[in-house]
């Protein structure tokens, strides 16, 4: 017997009738979900690769304007190359509840992290580990998210496209000598260097994005001999800074006072955040700003040519700083506040470990590098709250 083969129109038009007869037609079951407001999603400043213990990294920010009439909440990130399939970081809602920062808002009266209210900016703090010799060239965002008190409607938006720059960071030759040296920075602190935007200039920057402050530690991993309270007593203070590179500089600063306690150092207007410091314009569109030097120590003026590891300054305790330290970051242009930090590699280095728990930081020594890990580490970023050694 053969069998009977009913027309496909005749198949469809059969399902169409018991679509009508539940009530429901044909267009409503093949459509696609309602259109929602959501988030405009963009990369203002696109990464480039850097490399840290052998590994590319790369670094930016990804931000979320809200424009629904609703708070909306972040419940998951997913960042994916050009094509969607491949999933490179994924952050849940624990993670984004630390990478998430809502300019303008503080934390009372707002319970829950992950909410971005309506017409406000929420910034996400990115920063991923990729194949060195096989990074992406493109990068997509997907956020799952919900309207505020309605948790258990999630939806979803992709965007934020942004393209990889594939040229390499600037490697320079060290800021300080010898060490031990601290190389703190953080990107999930809520008051670390990337947190800090400044809009001064009609455009709102990150100077600092790649920078890193340097305290000097001894054996035990104490900073301070004595009274800690003692700005003299901290070890690294008026240790000679040095230029990182031949170059130009183009401003440089010697007026700002410090007092002689740490617990006395007065509030800064913020165009003296810097303190005393020196920008020098190094090539290539980029300027290496050295913060926070001990007044009357800058040994230049700009307009001097200096170069690769000549001695501008010494490290101080001036401007908006807690402790201390040689504030080092390098940025696209010659502003300390209005330009945006970029990438930069350490010519040579010895990485002794680092402080995975910074609550320990000046009680007790740093942990060190596991075996497998070569010490001597070349044209690279040193890793958060590591501790390197210069030669």
Known sequence: MRSIRKPAWSLLSMFSLTLMLAGVSAETACADPPLRQSFG?????????????GESQLVYELHLTNFASTGLVLEQLEVTDATGDNVLLELDAA???????????GSEGMPDARLIEAGKLGIVY????????????????RITF??????????AVEGGSVSVRPE?????????????????????????????????????????????????LDDDGRYATGDRDVVTNRLGYGAEVLSVAEGTVVAARDDIAESELVSEHPDHPLEDAAGNYVAIDIGNGRVAFFEHLKPGSVRVRAGDRVRRGQVIGA??????????????????????????GVPFAIEAFELLGRYPEFERFGEERWTPLADEIGKRRRAERPPSNSVVMFR
Request: net charge negative.
């Open 41 to 53: 999603m963009r990369v203002p400043v696109p990464p480039s690769p850097v490399v840290v213990v």
């Open 95 to 105: 993670e984004l509840e630390r990478r998430l920062y809502r300019p303008g808002a």
């Open 126 to 141: 990115l920063e991923m580990m990729v194949q060195s010799d096989a990074y992406p060239q493109n990068l997509e965002h």
């Open 146 to 155: 919900h309207s505020e008190g309605e948790a258990e409607e999630s939806a």
């Open 168 to 216: 390499p960071p600037i490697v320079l030759s060290s800021p300080l000598r010898g060490g031990p040296w601290a190389a703190i920075h953080d990107a999930a602190w809520p008051r670390g260097h990337r947190r800090f935007i400044y809009a001064v200039d009609g455009e709102a920057t990150i100077p600092g994005r790649y920078a890193i402050d340097w305290v000097l």
């Open 315 to 340: 490290l101080g305790f001036t401007g908006h700083s807690t402790g201390p330290h040689l504030h080092f970051h390098v940025a696209d242009r010659n502003s300390p506040l209005g330009a945006e």
